[in-house]
């Protein structure tokens, strides 16, 4: 018997508590979009002050609105598309429960066909290649833009071209407020630490130790020790060999592609900031795009070691599931850079 919940809200309640995970959302995304990094916070008490400001109806709520919508378009998300999605699925909910409580909700519906029509109210989430076809890229610079294709087809931004849909503004206050880069040298600095540690440092002395003394050696303390990488390791590769997304069973000897292509992306972000020149955005692709080739064979290895270190990053299988679905489009979309470019250097 299901328990009635006695804590009916009123409409003012239940708006409240949209605004509350509506923000909540937004934060989240954009945590998933540029991860851990030396430097990376989330401003102090953000979302607690858009919330107050939200409930107090104070003069500078204005600004929390305009904070709020340049984390989500430095997401890579439309503010006015998430507006228009909380409508529809409010509508749609609100719709569902209206039946329930008439009795005309169809009885023979099974909990999967519900779930099924409910996920259906926040549209289609599959992941697209788009491009600009401006011609301004040469063959070998979109080769080097293709190293960053995950996160640009992750961001719904185009894949053959430097420009982004986001205003520099909202690229410089994400930067500096998150990464902490304002200027050349800092750019330079995360550059460095992505390189030489970033997330893959921890993940590929786990996977080192996993080769030399087989995944079935691993104890379960071992397992869901805090202090180590190797649980987060463990459970990341145990789900990817479960869904048969390695050929032949092969597990990456690296994770570092999860973070060159945040390499790349970077070296963007920085150059449309004006934080560093064209030459000088081209060589940080560049050691990216080296880097890779000194680690891996082709864009299908590469693809597979970002699946992984995207899983490893929080320790979470829904986060490698979304790396994959994206590293499968772009291994098999004609309108790929991956399939456009080669992995190698000519």
């Given at each position: 018997m299901t328990k009635e919940n006695s804590n009916s809200q009123n409409p003012g309640e239940m708006a409240k508590a949209a605004q509350e995970a509506a923000v909540k959302a937004a934060m989240e995304q954009a945590q998933a979009m540029f991860g851990n990094i030396p430097g990376f916070q989330m401003?102090?008490?953000m979302q607690e002050q858009i919330m107050a400001q939200m409930g107090a109806g104070m003069p500078d709520m204005a600004a929390a609105q305009a904070q709020q919508e340049a984390m989500l378009k430095a997401a890579g998300i439309d503010p006015e598309t998430v507006v228009q999605a909380g409508r529809q699925n409010m509508a749609y909910v609100n719709q569902m429960m209206q039946e329930m409580m008439d009795g005309a909700f169809d009885e023979g519906l099974s909990s999967s066909d519900a779930m099924a029509q409910m996920m259906e109210a926040f549209g289609d989430d599959s992941w697209t290649i788009n491009r600009a076809e401006d011609g301004k890229l040469d063959e070998e610079q979109l080769r080097l833009l293709a190293f960053g294709a995950p996160m640009l087809v992750y961001n719904d931004e185009k894949?053959?071209?430097i420009d982004s849909d986001a205003d520099v503004e909202t690229i410089k206050y994400t930067l500096e407020d998150w990464w902490n880069v304002t200027d050349r040298d800092s750019t330079l600095g995360i550059v460095r630490w992505l390189l030489e540690d970033g997330h893959h440092a921890e993940a590929d002395e786990a996977l080192a130790e996993i080769r030399t003394r087989g995944?079935?050696?691993i104890s379960q303390e071992e397992r869901f020790d805090e202090d180590r990488k190797m649980g987060d390791v463990c459970l990341i590769m145990e789900n990817?060999?479960?869904n048969g997304w390695y050929p032949q069973g092969?597990?990456?000897e690296s994770v570092i592609a999860w973070d060159l292509v945040r390499v790349v992306n970077l070296g963007r972000w920085a150059y449309l900031c004006g934080y560093v020149n064209a030459d000088e955005m081209?060589?940080?692709m560049q050691v990216a795009a080296d880097t890779a080739v000194e680690h891996f064979s082709s864009w299908e290895e590469y693809g597979l070691s970002f699946v992984m270190g995207r899983g490893v990053?929080?320790?979470?299988?829904?986060d490698s599931e979304t790396a994959y679905e994206i590293v499968s489009l772009l291994l098999k979309d004609d309108e790929s850079p991956w399939e456009l470019s080669n992995f190698y250097e000519k």
């Open positions: 401003p102090g008490g894949v053959d071209t995944f079935e050696n990817m060999l479960e092969k597990i990456p081209w060589q940080i990053w929080h320790g979470d299988p829904d």
